[in-house]
């Protein structure tokens, strides 16, 4: 379990591992912190997976409507600040000033 902990500490502190260094990992904040150092104005931070990570197989088995449903609630939830960083994406989208 020790390694566990080492490989979470390691990529929270550097955004990657050792042995995945190929994606880097980021914040919603540090997402915003970089694109702030261009003229361009943001629009929207979205978490395109939200927490489908979690429970990938439940959703890629729901029937049609309650697919519907589960998209209704990602779309509901895409937005809130206090969830982006539970994506394992994010969609940043800008205008240029």
Not at 14 to 21: A, C, D, L, Q, V
Not at 39 to 55: E, P, S
Not at 73 to 83: A, D, K, M, N, P
């Amino acid at each position: 379990m020790t390694d566990n902990f080492q490989i979470l500490e390691e990529y929270l502190d550097k955004g990657y591992t050792k042995e995945n260094s190929v994606f880097y990992a980021s914040s919603p904040e540090e997402i915003e912190l970089v694109m702030s150092e261009f003229r361009i104005k943001q629009l929207h931070n979205i978490a395109t997976d939200g927490l489908k990570f979690v429970i990938r197989d439940t959703v890629n088995e729901l029937s049609d409507s309650d697919f519907d449903r589960w998209l209704n609630y990602h779309y509901r939830t895409c937005e809130v600040r206090s969830l982006l960083g539970y994506s394992e994406h994010c969609l940043y989208i800008g205008t240029k000033l």
